[in-house]
Structures are given as C-alpha cells and as structure tokens.
C-alpha cells in the first residue's frame, strides 16, 4: 500500500468535510436568518446537495473509463438513472425505517423524508460514486474481509458511523430537556453529520496505523 494513495484519500476526504462546513458557512451570506437549528430543512437541502456534489467530483470526474461500451453515451445515461432510482430508494426506505421506529406516520412528513435523504447522503451516494448501481459489489464491499482498497475501507468506516451517528441522536430526544435542537429530527440529522464527518476523519488514520496489516485481494 502506497503512502500516496492514503494522502489522495485524506485530501478527498477533507473536501468532504470541508463540503459540510461549506454548507453551514456560506448560505448565511444569501438567506436571511439562515441557522442549522431555526431553518433546519433549508439547511439539510443545501447539506446534500454540496456533499452529492463533491462525491460526484471526486469519484466520477477523475475516473477513467477503459472501455468504448463503458464511454458511450448510452452507458452513462443508463447509469445515471439507475444511480438516480437506487437513490430514490434508498430515501423512502429509510423514511419506512424510521417510521417503523417511531417516527411520526403522518406529521412531519417532509421532516423525516429530509432526515433519510441526508442519510442516503452520507451513505449511499458515496457506494453510488464508487461502485456503481451494483448490489453485488456493495454486497461485497459491506462483508467480512470482502474490500478490495483503501476506498472500500473508508466507505466502510463512514457508512457505519453515519448510522451509528444517526442513532446515538434519537437519544436526547425523549428527554425532558426542552432544547430546541430536541425536535425531530435536528438531533437524528446532526448525529448523522457528526458520524459522517468523524468517519472521515478515523478511516485514513485508521488505515494508515493498520496500513502493514491491510492486504487486498483483486477483485
């Protein structure tokens, strides 16, 4: 494993981040009153749409395509709108999950189909982005001992800790506590924030400090 490669990761993962930042940051230059907590759904909009962004830029743009089939046009927009379909799916079942937990059935609707559509976020476009529309190869990649590179290894870590992030943010919720950011979903959405960006941050040092013991085999 090359040194190189875990920087290219780090670096692609600080834009990740910084994407997050970006969405806290710059919308309170353009939209009065704009806050994570007072205009919630506006941000969780603005959220997704600056991380799917910087996933297509890192993963589709740089990656080379090595065969004519693979280039045409015809392939890439078959592609594109199996992505677009395995997205759409990936947030209404969340927003099934969530129900099935508790989430209210018809009050807050909207709320909790943004919450699963950041989620999907932080999880499934980044499987998009890398692997493709290709149950098998998440399948695979979400196994025991099934990962093929460093890349695999990260979606790995931040998939999970998004959702973990997710659930540890249901907690505070039942409490009596009064906060304003206790309303469902912020606490759900921020944790899954917090996940994804801790995610980003332990896979390269997790990968660098085990990088002597990681082998990968060829898919």
């Given at each position: 494993?090359k040194?190189?490669?875990?920087?290219?990761?780090?670096?692609?993962?600080?834009?990740?981040?910084?994407?997050?930042?970006?969405?806290?940051?710059l919308?309170?230059?353009?939209?009065?009153?704009?806050?994570?907590?007072d205009?919630?759904?506006t941000?969780?909009c603005?959220c997704?749409l600056f991380?799917?962004?910087?996933?297509?830029?890192?993963?589709?743009?740089?990656?080379?395509?090595?065969?004519?089939?693979?280039?045409?046009?015809?392939h890439?927009?078959?592609?594109?709108?199996?992505?677009c379909?395995?997205?759409?799916?990936?947030?209404?079942?969340?927003?099934?999950?969530f129900?099935?937990?508790?989430?209210p059935?018809?009050?807050?609707?909207?709320e909790?189909?943004?919450f699963?559509?950041?989620?999907?976020?932080?999880?499934?476009?980044?499987c998009?982005?890398?692997?493709?529309?290709?149950?098998?190869?998440?399948?695979?990649?979400?196994?025991?001992?099934?990962?093929?590179s460093?890349?695999?290894?990260?979606?790995?870590?931040?998939?999970?800790?998004?959702f973990?992030?997710?659930?540890?943010?249901a907690?505070?919720?039942?409490?009596?506590?009064?906060?304003?950011?206790?309303?469902w979903?912020?606490?759900?959405?921020?944790?899954?924030?917090f996940?994804?960006?801790?995610?980003?941050?332990?896979?390269?040092?997790?990968?660098y400090?085990?990088?002597?013991?990681?082998?990968?085999?060829?898919?």
């Amino acid at each position: 494993m090359k040194e190189t490669d875990i920087k290219t990761l780090l670096y692609a993962h600080f834009l990740c981040i910084f994407s997050v930042i970006l969405s806290v940051l710059l919308p309170s230059f353009f939209l009065e009153n704009f806050s994570i907590l007072d205009t919630h759904l506006t941000w969780l909009c603005i959220c997704s749409l600056f991380v799917i962004s910087i996933n297509l830029v890192l993963y589709l743009v740089p990656k080379p395509n090595t065969s004519s089939k693979r280039s045409s046009l015809s392939h890439k927009v078959t592609r594109f709108l199996k992505c677009c379909i395995y997205f759409l799916v990936s947030c209404f079942s969340l927003h099934v999950v969530f129900v099935l937990y508790g989430a209210p059935l018809v009050e807050l609707v909207l709320e909790t189909f943004l919450f699963a559509v950041i989620l999907s976020t932080f999880t499934t476009v980044p499987c998009l982005c890398l692997l493709g529309p290709n149950l098998k190869a998440w399948l695979r990649v979400f196994s025991k001992n099934g990962v093929t590179s460093i890349w695999e290894n990260s979606l790995q870590i931040t998939t999970i800790s998004s959702f973990v992030g997710a659930w540890l943010g249901a907690f505070p919720i039942p409490l009596d506590w009064e906060r304003p950011w206790q309303v469902w979903p912020i606490s759900c959405t921020l944790g899954a924030t917090f996940g994804y960006v801790a995610g980003l941050v332990i896979s390269p040092l997790w990968i660098y400090w085990n990088r002597k013991q990681l082998t990968y085999k060829n898919n």
